[in-house]
């Protein structure tokens, strides 16, 4: 049962780095990718659907992406939600696919997405945190009710603190990744 739950603190905690990877693939970098678009959701026959269900995405250049709708009535509908996603992109429509410019960034703007990553991994290493406490609180009680010896708790409590340093250092390492990646120019 105790060791169980050191394992399953570890999978909680990977969960969180996994979800911070996801996060930063819809940071916008210099570079055009197809994951910024994934969060876009178009008006289609009067549902709102993800754009990456109703088109395909590809990045001919690396300042450009091509929308490719597998039904080309949508095209408008896709054009406008793009248009109107808080990405600031200017797509352009010329009957058969969706050119989407990616003008380069700023160094204000570098600069505001890197904050923005910082915050994000902060949010991270915060839930991170936060399940190595629940799992060492379960200890404690599970010692104060004598199911688990003092030496059996500080043994836990070590393996619940080396997941946790592990998985802040990947923290750690995405953050690095995608800032040097957002300030190359």
């Known amino acids: 049962m105790t060791t169980h739950s050191v394992k399953e603190a570890s999978e909680r905690m990977q969960k969180t780095v996994a979800a911070l990877a996801h996060e930063f693939s819809g940071v916008r970098t210099g570079r055009a990718s197809g994951a910024i678009l994934e969060r876009v959701m178009v008006e289609y026959y009067g549902t709102s659907t993800p754009l990456l269900q109703i088109a395909s995405v590809s990045a001919p250049e690396p300042q450009m992406l ?3 709708p597998y039904d080309r009535s949508a095209m408008g ?3 406008k939600a793009i248009r109107s996603s808080d990405l600031g992109l200017n797509p352009s429509n010329d009957g058969t696919v969706i050119r989407v410019p990616f003008p380069p ?3 204000e703007r570098r600069r505001d997405l890197v ?3 910082r915050h994000y991994a902060e949010e991270s290493r915060v839930a991170i945190r936060n399940i190595r406490r629940d799992t060492n609180d379960f200890f404690k009680s599970q010692e104060k009710q004598h199911e ?3 030496d059996e708790l500080h043994r836990l409590e070590t393996e619940v603190q080396k997941a946790t340093d592990g998985h802040i ?3 750690d390492e995405l953050l690095k990744h995608k800032e ?3 300030m190359e120019v």
């Open 66 to 68: 091509v929308v490719s």
């Open 77 to 79: 509908a896709i054009e």
């Open 105 to 107: 960034l700023t160094e």
């Open 115 to 117: 904050k923005l990553c």
């Open 148 to 150: 688990i010896s003092q």
């Open 169 to 171: 250092a990947e923290v």
């Open 180 to 182: 040097a990646e957002i």
